[in-house]
């Protein structure tokens, strides 16, 4: 089993559409959560991080964390074709408390 | 903002040669990391650091070498490049144990 398992996607949707991405992680006890936009050809970009259970918000953005599921969501509001790129979540796990990073959803918003 | 700095967007070696990839943070993080990027796999960490002079592998550490000499550099090295070491490599730092990485812009390195 992966320690952190994304859907590949594409995952398509239309413009103003919620999309909604979803990481499960292999770890309980894992304390901090990660989500990342790649645009094709770019590096990483962090965008959201969460800590404790439940929602946390910042701008069309939402982040959502279970911990007694194992289980991290991100939500993107009146999704835009810019927010199209591969999301990567990531989660802290292990010695060092490295960053364990899922293989990514790829987002694909049409007009 | 913190600015991770990776000396080359794109370079070309030949198959054989020795290959400095260059890394500077400008926020004092303490940790840095190298990684590569490849189609399909995903990102793989090549070796970690978490303080001057200090060193661990990661995942996929043969063929590559590393060194931190100052805080804010953190250099990886290709001993013998070889083809199936064309990629594109990341490098982050953060600034402790629980943050999130902070990565630079990447170097497209293609092996010929």
């Known amino acids: 089993q992966k320690e952190v398992e994304q859907n590949s996607g594409p995952l398509s949707v239309p413009e103003g559409a919620i999309a909604s991405l979803n990481c499960t992680y292999s770890d309980r006890g894992s304390q901090s959560f990660f989500w990342y936009r790649q645009y094709s050809g770019k590096s990483p970009e962090l965008i959201m991080f969460i800590y404790s259970n439940g929602d946390k918000e910042d701008g069309r953005f939402t982040a959502q964390l279970n911990k007694a599921s194992q289980y991290v969501s991100l939500l993107i509001r009146d999704s835009q074709p810019s927010d199209s790129a591969t999301y990567l979540c990531?989660?802290?796990?292990?010695?060092?408390?490295?960053?364990?990073f899922g293989a990514g959803t790829r987002l694909a918003v049409h007009p | 903002d913190v600015k991770v700095t990776q000396s080359s967007r794109y370079l070309v070696k030949r198959t054989g040669e020795k290959v400095f990839l260059e890394c500077v943070q400008d926020?004092?993080?303490?940790?840095m990391f190298w990684y590569r990027q490849d189609p399909g796999l995903g990102l793989r960490l090549i070796y970690f650091?978490?303080?001057?002079?200090?060193?661990e592998k990661g995942d996929i550490p043969e063929g590559y070498s590393v060194s931190r000499e100052k805080k804010e550099r953190f250099s990886l090295i290709l001993e013998s490049a070889s083809t199936n070491q064309t990629s594109m490599y990341l490098c982050?730092?953060?600034?402790?144990?629980?943050?999130?990485?902070?990565f630079g812009s990447g170097t497209r390195l293609t092996v010929v």
């Open positions: 982050a730092s953060r600034p402790g144990p629980n943050y999130g990485y902070t």
């Open positions: 650091s978490y303080d001057v002079k200090m060193k």
């Open positions: 926020m004092d993080h303490e940790n």
């Open positions: 990531a989660v802290i796990s292990g010695g060092y408390n490295k960053l364990i």
